[in-house]
């Protein structure tokens, strides 16, 4: 079946630095996948960050970006920036549409982002 | 934005009682969803519900589970008899379309204790 893969369960940045959280995805589906970030702040509920459901395209929102790449079946986030108000859990996900009625989660990463 | 409420957010269950999780879905979405996440583990799967019938549900699904909504009120998961594995927190979800590319609107989760 489908599952997305987060290696990472922490991480840990100083602000103004660079980020990436990386999300690698496999599928049995014939169709390829559509893909999101989402994030939980703390005290929130999970809020969709970004998704794209193009292979090869980039999807981008409140500074993060992530790039769907079919040959590495990678959809790493990235920040050139980080704030403190960044800190929150990221989770990746992904959508199969030929046959899935429900989107897959992967196990959530864990960014505190420090002074 | 739109939200989706979970009441309560917190319930404290005997082993072998019954217990109902409540949720209000965002007022026009069509698709309803229930995850199941124990703590440090993935978020996972449970029931997807859509024009009142369960659309597809995964192996944690036991047959103690069931899902309603009757006359569009609140979503509900019901557990009866509980059990000590049932322990996680349980997150509600509503789409306005199927998943695979809609963005899908998840509640703040209501943790389960059984004791």
């Known amino acids: 079946g489908d599952s997305v893969t987060q290696t990472e369960g922490q991480v840990t940045v100083s602000e103004s630095k660079s980020l990436i959280i990386n999300c690698t995805y496999s599928?049995?589906?014939?169709?390829?996948?559509?893909l999101f970030w989402y994030v939980r702040y703390p005290g929130e509920g999970l809020q969709l960050l970004l998704k794209?459901?193009?292979?090869?395209q980039k999807g981008s929102s409140r500074g993060f970006e992530a790039t769907y790449n079919k040959e590495t079946t990678s959809f790493h986030l990235q920040k050139a920036s980080v704030q403190e108000s960044d800190s929150a859990v990221y989770y990746c996900?992904?959508?199969?549409?030929?046959?899935?009625?429900?989107?897959?989660f992967g196990t959530g990463t864990k960014l505190q982002v420090v002074p | 934005g739109p939200k989706v409420l979970q009441i309560p957010s917190h319930q404290i269950i005997d082993m072998g009682q019954m217990v109902t999780l409540n949720c209000d879905p965002v007022?026009?979405?069509?698709?309803f969803y229930w995850y199941k996440q124990i703590l440090g583990q993935q978020m996972e799967f449970l029931v997807n519900?859509?024009?009142?019938?369960?659309?597809?549900k995964s192996k944690l699904f036991k047959d103690q589970f069931s899902v309603e909504r009757p006359d569009g009120s609140y979503f509900t998961l019901k557990i009866q008899p509980t059990a000590l594995e049932d322990s996680a927190v349980y997150f509600c979800?509503?789409?306005?379309?199927?998943?695979?590319?809609?963005?899908?609107?998840f509640g703040k989760g209501t943790r389960l204790t059984v004791v």
């Open positions: 519900f859509y024009n009142g019938k369960v659309m597809e």
């Open positions: 996900a992904l959508g199969d549409p030929d046959s899935g009625t429900y989107q897959r």
């Open positions: 599928t049995t589906s014939i169709a390829y996948p559509n």
């Open positions: 794209v459901i193009t292979a090869g």
């Open positions: 979800a509503s789409s306005l379309g199927r998943t695979t590319n809609t963005e899908v609107f």
């Open positions: 007022s026009n979405h069509l698709y």
